[in-house]
């Protein structure tokens, strides 16, 4: 069984930091991009970061560049969304994903695999 499971989330005041994580297991996912994207309130679900599992790809929104940082450990199949200078604009539930190399990472409609998400609420 398929499982993406992320952890981190919370209540943070704006300017805070929150680091997400997203434990991958159930099959093998070196063919596949992991990434994050997240859904504010009455807002379409928009791409966040990605990243390879070697490292080699890292592909950030442009609105959150320079302040978030995303990382894999193939040792612990899991993949980290570091958050800094959070904003109240940031406020979301972020979603893990994993889509097959060679499509779109940007485009949810891609993806092969989701977690259930969790909630990042930036306070102003």
């Known amino acids: 069984q398929v499982q993406l499971v992320e952890s981190g989330g919370g209540l943070v005041q704006a300017g805070g930091s929150l680091r997400l994580s997203c434990a991958a297991s159930?099959?093998?996912?070196?063919?596949?991009?992991m990434g994050w994207f997240r859904q504010a309130p009455e807002k379409e679900r928009e791409f966040v970061a990605a990243v390879s599992w070697s490292g080699g790809v890292i592909v950030y929104a442009d609105s959150v560049k320079e302040r978030f940082t995303i990382s894999s450990d193939t040792a612990k199949n899991t993949v980290y969304l570091q958050m800094i200078s959070l904003k109240p604009e940031d406020t979301a539930v972020y979603y893990c994903?994993?889509?097959?190399?060679?499509?779109?990472?940007?485009?949810?409609?891609?993806?092969?695999?989701w977690g259930k998400g969790t909630l990042v609420t930036v306070s102003s």
């Open positions: 159930g099959r093998t996912f070196s063919s596949y991009i």
């Open positions: 994903a994993a889509t097959p190399y060679g499509r779109n990472l940007r485009d949810e409609a891609r993806v092969d695999y």
